[in-house]
Each structure stands twice: as structure tokens, then as C-alpha cells.
């Protein structure tokens, strides 16, 4: 039984031995004939330590660029402009920072630019004709931050959506709704649409249209309408406005009266004005007894049962 187990014991450990043997002796050959060969062993070391370097110059590049780009939002570090230009130049010195950067890493890796710059332009090519309306949307970002028809914060109405401005990014702006919804707006689209700015004026005219009954006094309802303009703080008067107060019978219909109320206010105050002067001026007419337009009828033939 001894014999037996010893038999097994020294063939284990000859075949163990065997295959270390290849295996170290394939470790020699690789390490002689490939590592320290003349030609080859220096190529193979050189890409291993241009790989290296490259991450390392990766690691470090990085670390640089979130450091520049965390110091620049910094109240001391920023310069006099608005949000919408300190936005968009951050966002343009992040994309040239990561160009460059890349840049330093192919040229790290010993990658010839000849031949990066004809890939370049071939895949450059290739993705200006598949993404034409990315690169409209870049030019509208660029042309919107160099003539800035609206500033981050402003209300506004284009491409059939309205919001308040929140983000004016390289491809898309962003707008938030008056319910809260974000809308998301191509800067083409933007740049080929009709905007309208509701805030980028500090005075607004405030147009309110009124229709009472054909039998009504048109100086009597005037003078309600101007009492009522008289008695809110908010509407500016002259020099303050562009214009003075202005009320006037303005179209007569079939069904009554048409008068027009126009005054100037605060930007601020748009709103809160308009809904104050159309409650105060309803009460009015109420307390008044002015009576309402005419509404429309129509008769109603019934058939008799015979």
C-alpha cells in the first residue's frame, strides 16, 4: 500500500514538474525573445509606457479641467455679464478644453495626426450630412448668445411655445412652463421663429376690451372706467408712462357697446393689474346697474302632433 502511494505520489510530482518546466521555460523564451529582443522589446516597452502616460495625462487633464471650470463659477472669478453669456462660454470652454485634451493624449500615444486628421475630416464629413439638424441647432445656440434676443430668466413665446427661459445651451434652450413643465425647444427652431419677449422691457401696456348694452351712456360708462383706472396705484401716469390713460368707445356692435381701457404699468405688475382692474370694474358696472350686451336668441319651431 506504501509502494502504491508513493508510485502516485512521484507521478503527481512529474507532471507537476513537467508543466511548470513548460511554462517557465515559455516565460524565458517570451521574456529573451520578445521583451529584450532588439526592435521588438523596445516597441513593446515604448507602447506600454505611452499607454501609461496617456491615462496618466487623462487623469490629470481632467482633474485640471473640473478645477479651471470649478474656479471660473466662483462670485470673485466671474466676469461682469450676464448668466446667459457666462453660461454658454462655460460650456464652449469645457468642449475646447476636452478637444484639446484628447488631442494631447493621441499625440502621447505616438498616433501619427496625419492620419487623425484625415479620419477627422472623413468622419467630420460623414456626420455633418447625417447630422444637419444637430449642427443647425449649434449655429442657432451661437447666433442666439451673440444677438440674445431674450436672457436667461426672461418670458418668453417662439416656436409656438411660451416659458420662462431657464438654460440657453449649445443645441437646445430650455423653457419653463407657467404650470412647471420644462419644455425643451431646438435652437433652429429658435432662430427661425418669430420671439416675442415679454420681459425684456421694464414697462408693458395693459389693453382690456368692455361690451355693455346699446343703450347704455358712453360718457357715463367712461367716466366709470377712468374712475376705476383713478383708483389703482399701479397704473403709471405721465411722465412715468409712455402714454396717459386712455378710454374710448371704440367699435359698436350688434349686441352693445365696445369700449377700450389701455394704460401702462410695471413689467412686475402686468398681471396683478390686469386682474384687479377687471374685478374692480365689473363691481362697478354691478353697482352702477350698467346693463349687459344683448345676448343672441333664436326661435324654436315645434311641430304640432295632429
Not at 436672457?151 to 423653457?175: K, N, S
Not at 427652431?189 to 376690451?209: E, F, G, P, V
Request: hydrophobic share 50%; net charge neutral; glycine share 6%.
Amino acid at each position: 500500500m506504501t509502494d502504491q502511494v508513493g508510485q502516485v505520489s512521484n507521478a503527481v510530482s512529474e507532471a507537476v514538474t513537467e508543466k511548470v518546466t513548460e511554462h517557465v521555460t515559455f516565460v524565458q523564451w517570451f521574456w529573451h525573445n520578445v521583451l529584450w529582443k532588439p526592435g521588438t522589446g523596445a516597441m513593446l516597452w515604448g507602447m506600454l509606457l505611452r499607454t501609461v502616460f496617456a491615462a496618466l495625462l487623462w487623469w490629470i487633464g481632467t482633474h485640471l479641467i473640473r478645477k479651471i471650470l470649478g474656479l471660473s463659477l466662483k462670485p470673485k472669478m466671474q466676469l461682469p455679464m450676464d448668466r446667459t453669456m457666462r453660461r454658454f462660454l462655460l460650456n464652449a470652454t469645457r468642449t475646447a478644453l476636452y478637444a484639446l485634451l484628447v488631442l494631447a493624449v493621441i499625440a502621447v500615444l505616438g498616433i501619427p495626426m496625419a492620419s487623425v486628421t484625415a479620419v477627422v475630416a472623413s468622419t467630420g464629413v460623414t456626420l455633418g450630412l447625417a447630422m444637419q439638424g444637430a449642427l443647425s441647432n449649434l449655429a442657432g445656440g451661437i447666433m442666439l448668445t451673440l444677438t440674445r434676443p431674450f436672457a436667461i430668466g426672461d418670458y418668453i413665446e417662439a416656436a409656438q411655445v411660451g416659458g420662462t427661459v431657464d438654460e440657453i445651451g449649445l443645441f437646445y434652450t430650455v423653457l419653463v412652463g407657467i404650470d412647471n413643465k420644462k419644455i425643451t425647444v431646438p435652437n433652429g427652431s429658435l432662430m427661425n421663429a418669430n420671439i416675442t419677449n415679454y420681459s425684456s422691457m421694464a414697462k408693458r401696456r395693459l389693453d382690456l376690451t368692455f361690451l355693455v348694452g346699446r343703450n347704455e351712456d358712453p360718457e357715463r360708462v367712461k367716466e366709470i372706467l377712468r374712475a376705476a383706472i383713478a383708483a389703482e396705484s399701479a397704473v403709471l401716469q405721465p411722465p412715468d408712462a409712455v402714454a396717459a390713460p386712455f378710454v374710448a368707445l371704440t367699435e359698436l356692435q350688434e349686441k352693445g357697446l365696445l369700449f377700450t381701457l389701455r394704460v401702462w404699468c410695471k413689467n412686475p405688475d402686468y398681471w396683478n393689474l390686469n386682474f384687479a382692474l377687471t374685478e374692480r370694474i365689473a363691481k362697478a358696472f354691478q353697482e352702477e346697474h350698467i346693463s349687459p350686451p344683448a345676448q343672441p336668441y333664436r326661435a324654436v319651431a315645434e311641430n304640432e302632433e295632429r
